[in-house]
């Protein structure tokens, strides 16, 4: 994230001719993400890319199975082993198994990846079956995603979602039956109208379905949603400041107990269970993202596709790349980038693989930004290592945001 006024060299790309780009020094494997723009119904807090519909149309498929066998055969890609796949929305499930089955086993063919890569495919409760996971499980998805967001029935209707809380335990229990050991749940805090003890009970019903990772998020009111036009009239009671910050506590403290550590902000794992695809962000490694509105950053160079699904369909079918703009990042923005998006996780960032990667470390290009911080107990310099404190996590948005 670069500094205001920073210069970056932006294109419109409207060729499908890309910067010859070679593998950079110190680079991760990357990471390849299908988005999946449709879900049955638009929760009141989204600010995704999704589209409402019952019936998702096969036409996005084909279009996307196309850029897969494009992608998979450029050079960029070709030179690299990727390490995960993630297939995420809107709502994939929204798609039959065996068509979602279909594109992982087109992307395995297509690209190089590694002898044993993470396959997440996101999903809603409720729609979910046992033959459908199971489909999914035998083409190779090996990591299922669920939104589960609360357990209580109450606070989904008040979210917009379509899904029951028997639906949510059912569609757990079935990706158990179908052989997935490894299930992430999405749960959310700080909801309208909930409490710290409500919080308390859907982290507790979580936990009785022993899953491998959590992730923990509070609701941000987003611009441009339902709920962002209800909290300008007024609308909409959200918890107050010191009992969001006491839902955020209980979570840390709870699933510590329950045998999840925190490993970035918001996110909880067993041991060995985190999101590798996740950590390649965090790290700001190289991913390739496809569909609608799907970003791409590829050793630093940055594009995004097309938003609208039918745009997306319309150029891929025109032999058209249905890219919106790309950017060109200088190492100093790379540099930032990788420092912010870093101390999202608890181990930091590394001077030694910042300076393998850019030639910079935090002290010598922060400088006295960094003493403060130190001296204010946000940041802790540990040998090789920058990482934000207990009080610098609480904190977190402010502490970034003089480091971008």
């Known amino acids: 994230m670069p500094e205001p006024g920073d210069s970056r060299r932006r294109v419109t790309v409207a060729h499908p001719a890309l910067p010859v780009i070679t593998p950079a020094s110190g680079e991760e494997p990357p990471g390849l993400y299908l988005h999946i723009p449709f879900c049955k119904r638009r929760c009141a807090y989204c600010a995704f890319n999704s589209h409402a519909c019952l019936v998702p149309p096969a036409a996005y498929l084909t279009a996307l199975a196309s850029q897969i066998r494009y992608w998979g055969a450029q050079d960029w890609c070709r030179e690299r082993t990727f390490t995960s796949l993630f297939i995420g929305g809107g709502t994939p499930t929204i798609y039959p198994g065996n068509e979602l089955a279909g594109l992982v086993s087109l992307c395995l063919n297509s690209f190089h990846f590694s002898d044993d890569p993470e396959i997440t495919v996101e999903a809603n409760p409720n729609t979910v079956s046992l033959e ?102 007024g609308e909409l009671a959200l918890p107050g400041e010191e009992e969001a910050l006491a839902m955020a506590e209980l979570t840390h ?42 970003v791409s950053c590829l050793s630093g160079f940055r594009f995004g596709t097309v938003q609208h699904p039918d745009a997306f369909v319309g150029m891929v079918a025109g032999g058209k790349l249905p890219l919106a703009e790309g950017e060109c990042l200088p190492l100093e923005a790379r540099f930032r980038e990788s420092v912010v998006m870093g101390l999202r996780m608890l181990e930091g960032v ?14 010598g290009y922060y400088g006295k930004i960094l003493e403060d911080l130190q001296v204010q107990g946000l940041v802790v310099i ?18 970034l945001a003089k480091l971008v």
């Open 132 to 233: 459908a996971l199971s489909i999914l499980r035998r083409g190779g998805v090996n990591r299922l995603s669920l939104g589960v967001q609360s357990f209580s029935d109450r606070l989904l209707g008040a979210l917009g979602r379509t899904h029951s809380r028997t639906e949510a335990c059912t569609a757990i229990d079935a990706a158990r039956k179908a052989g997935f050991a490894n299930i992430n749940l999405d749960l959310m805090y700080g909801l309208p109208g909930q409490s710290a003890p409500e919080w308390r009970e859907s982290l507790d019903q979580a936990i009785a379905h022993e899953p491998e990772h959590l992730a923990c998020y509070e609701l941000t009111i987003e611009e441009g949603t339902p709920f962002a036009r209800q909290v300008d009239k």
């Open 350 to 363: 590394s001077f030694t693989r910042l300076q393998r990667r850019f030639g910079l470390t935090p002290p």
């Open 253 to 294: 403290a709870f699933l510590a107990q329950s045998g999840l550590q925190r490993y970035e902000i918001s996110n909880y794992a067993r041991s060995g269970q985190e999101c590798r695809h996740n950590l390649n962000y965090w790290r700001n490694g190289s991913y390739l993202g496809l569909g609608a509105g799907a």
């Open 382 to 399: 540990s040998q090789d290592t920058l990482r934000l404190t207990e009080t610098g996590l609480l904190l977190a948005n402010q502490v």
